[in-house]
T-cell receptor
Framework: DAEITQSPRHKITETGRQVTLACHQT?????MFWYRQDLGHGLRLIHY???????NKGEVSDGYSVSRSNTEDLPLTLESAASSQTSVYFC???????????FGSGTRLTVV | GQQVMQIPQYQHVQEGEDFTTYCNSS?????IQWYKQRPGGHPVFLIQ?????EVKKQKRLTFQFGEAKKNSSLHITATQTTDVGTYFC??????????FGAGTRLTVKP
């Protein structure tokens, strides 16, 4: 069955380190998204991509980057982790012409 | 950019009581989506509304889209413990990405 997987599920890292969170989907969806979830803020969009080599900034993109070299993967990189980036990160995808997003199970990131 | 505001932030009900969450936008929305996130889980798509005044039902859940397409509501009749979770609305952003409200966390006392 097609799926969207995120790894790792949990990560603890130190301030200033570079961190990459993986997102892999086998739905063959062109559209992929990264959100962070914090209490009181709901889901906030970080970056998104509508196809290979396409990347766009969302509402909270500072300190994050993404790359899209193939359809299946959209890794999220924190260039220099900060404590304010402690959060739960969700990756999502959506097929062309589809309505709703399919979310991964999330990555809980703690920056100490 | 487009923002959707959602109220209330929390709602605690006795099992069997009804529950409603509201979503409001300052701009007209082409569509609105609703998601449910169980505790410790990930958001799961429930439904999309597109037409002005649209009403859709899924068992005990009723979804409405306002006539002006600036507000929406989700109503649950006779809540059950399985309804526990956070309910999010989402509307399209400037580039057809979805922007989520802050969510309403529902707890149900047996």
């Amino acid at each position: 069955d097609a799926e969207i997987t995120q790894s790792p599920r949990h990560k603890i890292t130190e301030t200033g380190r570079q961190v990459t969170l993986a997102c892999h989907q086998t739905w063959n969806h062109n559209n992929m998204f990264w959100y962070r979830q914090d209490l009181g803020h709901g889901l906030r969009l970080i970056h998104y991509s509508y196809g290979v080599q396409d990347t766009n900034k969302g509402e909270v993109s500072d300190g994050y980057s993404v790359s899209r070299s193939n359809t299946e993967d959209l890794p999220l990189t924190l260039e220099s982790a900060a404590s304010s980036q402690t959060s739960v990160y969700f990756c999502a995808s959506r097929g062309q012409g589809a309505y709703g997003y399919t979310f991964g199970s999330g990555t809980r990131l703690t920056v100490v | 950019g487009q923002q959707v505001m959602q109220i209330p932030q929390y709602q605690h009900v006795q099992e069997g009581e009804d529950f409603t969450t509201y979503c409001n936008s300052s701009t007209t929305l082409s569509n609105i989506q609703w998601y449910k996130q169980r505790p410790g889980g990930h958001p799961v798509f429930l439904i999309q509304l597109v037409k002005s005044g649209e009403v859709k039902k899924q068992k005990r859940l009723t979804f409405q889209f306002g006539e002006a397409k600036k507000n929406s509501s989700l109503h649950i009749t006779a809540t059950q413990t399985t309804d526990v979770g956070t309910y999010f609305c989402a509307g399209p952003g400037d580039n057809n990405d979805m922007r989520f409200g802050a969510g309403t966390r529902l707890t149900v006392k047996p």
